[in-house]
């Protein structure tokens, strides 16, 4: 009776195996620039800091609208009321009311960012944080990648079998490692240009736009692969 035959983990005589990791490291324009905007207000009473917070956060938000196409996402995060108690007596009296509303905007045409950066940092009690630049989860670039440590697993394999003056045969396996983070490091969320201006109040002219340069994003792809050679003649 013919036994079945498995498929061993390793080569044999009769077909050798070579096991090797192709990897591949991209340089890419970012697609996406995010900016954070904290709108604050404060006030002697809950409704007056409230009605500030909601004024200011709305010419914000209309503010970026009117940007149509180039802002690709805008949504509101967090929200809070936050009373200020004297620090001196023994009754909890409050001295104040602190309000903040956190906005993320998410631009894909950066001629526009600089302006709008700045025209949102002009607005009273608003601070920006940001641009942090990042590529889209299905951007090309991603295949770009993987399709080249693909290559470059196939190419280093090859000089393998070349070397022992024989050739390959077949892929046995080939397993994705992963993609690295597209940047070349975490930031923080919203690291980067901050700014925290109050042109109303202060007096000053609109400030001219910032020139923001898009900081280059880096992938990195790696795969590992096995391939049977034809047996070398040692």
Known sequence: MTQPTTDLPYGTPQAPRV???????LEVDPEIARIGITVTARGTDRRTALDDLTRRNTTALDLIKT???AVENLQTGAFSITPELTRHGRAERVRAYHGTVHITAELTDFTALGELTTRLADLDLTRIDGPTWALRPDSPAHGE???QAVKEAVQRAREYAEALGTQLAALVELADTGTEPPTPYNPPPFAGTRMAFTAAETGETAAPPLDLEPQRQTITAQVNARFTMHPPQL
Request: zero cysteines; hydrophobic letters at 25%; a positive charge.
């Open 19 to 25: 096991s090797v990791r192709g990897e591949a490291h």
């Open 67 to 69: 940007y149509g196409d």
């Open 145 to 147: 990648a993987r399709r």
